[in-house]
């Protein structure tokens, strides 16, 4: 399955656990909390500053390898 800017960080987690250290490597240690799992992956990236096609490309590689 691959994932988009929309799709809910709780989804992709829920989906792979090993995703985790991608967001705890932008600073989204809060990966358990409501707030946090209800975000899409474009709003995750926006808070943090990070570039969210860059990372919707590299969680989709991620998950490629591990299908």
Known sequence: ?????ETKIGDILDMDRSTAPY?????MHC????????E???QACMVHGVDADAL????????????
């Open 56 to 67: 919707v490309a590299k969680i989709n590689a991620h998950l490629e390898k591990a299908e």
């Open 23 to 27: 967001f705890l490597e932008m600073g």
């Open 1 to 5: 399955m691959k994932i988009t800017k």
């Open 40 to 42: 899409s992956l474009e």
């Open 31 to 38: 990966l358990g909390c409501p707030s946090a799992r209800s």
